[in-house]
């Protein structure tokens, strides 16, 4: 069986920066946690910060080794299927540096390999099958394929390793900084502070 069974045989596609697709994605745009510190970086925010508005968690439950976990995610804020980092121009603000899913776009196998998807984008963004686009071999939309997939298996292990992490002193860290007097939205909170804490620990082994 075709691991990619790709619906086309190629492709002319080429962004006109229109953000539809920013605008009108029905979906959940996950985002790694080195990702999460560069925009971070770029945009001159603290992770609380880029949290506050831009990125929240979402958990999920994966069975792991015949133990089911609740795995935490990172994914991009939305509002009414709006993406955060779009202005009132409609422009990105993180354009130079945006995650990676947002790069290999419409390159998901989600697009490549359903055709009601495929023809839903294709009405959706101007820059497919557009005469002045680059085009793309059946071979080359296999690899964005399989980079899509490598990415979404590291959030994967990146998730579990983050579920491993000793909590007992990041959370000490992170009590210290709320009222004692605990109710849920502080709990809430400082679960927060807890994951904030844990891509802290992650991107500075690897900086």
């Known amino acids: 069986m075709d691991e990619h069974p790709i619906i086309i045989d190629g492709l002319k596609f080429k962004c006109k920066q229109?953000?539809?697709?920013?605008k009108k994605w029905k979906g959940t745009i996950y985002i790694s946690i080195y990702e999460v510190k560069l925009i971070a970086e770029k945009?001159?925010?603290?992770?609380?910060?880029?949290?506050?508005?831009f990125i929240h968690f979402e958990e999920e439950k994966c069975v792991y080794c015949g133990q089911e976990l609740n795995l935490t995610y990172l994914a991009v804020n939305q509002i009414n299927n709006r993406c955060i980092f779009l202005d009132k121009n409609d422009k990105c603000i993180i354009h130079e540096f945006k995650p990676f899913l947002c790069k290999i776009f419409p390159f998901?196998?989600?697009?490549?390999?359903?055709k009601t998807k495929?023809?839903?984008?294709?009405e959706l963004c101007s820059g497919v099958n557009t005469p002045d686009g680059d085009y793309y071999t059946k071979d080359q939309i296999?690899?964005?394929?399989?980079?899509?997939?490598?990415?979404l298996q590291n959030?994967?292990?990146i998730a579990l390793i983050m579920n491993s992490i000793d909590e007992n002193e990041i959370l000490a860290l992170a009590i210290s900084d709320l009222d004692l007097d605990?109710?849920?939205d502080a709990i809430d909170c400082?679960?927060?502070?807890?994951?904030?804490?844990?891509?802290?620990?992650?991107?500075n082994m690897n900086s």
């Open 142 to 151: 296999r690899k964005f394929l399989i980079n899509e997939e490598n990415y």
């Open 18 to 22: 229109c953000a539809e697709c920013c």
């Open 43 to 53: 945009l001159n925010l603290t992770l609380e910060e880029l949290f506050n508005k």
């Open 108 to 114: 998901w196998s989600i697009i490549m390999e359903n």
């Open 182 to 184: 605990i109710d849920m």
């Open 155 to 157: 959030l994967n292990r």
């Open 190 to 203: 400082l679960k927060n502070s807890l994951i904030i804490e844990k891509i802290r620990i992650l991107t």
């Open 118 to 122: 495929f023809e839903e984008y294709s």
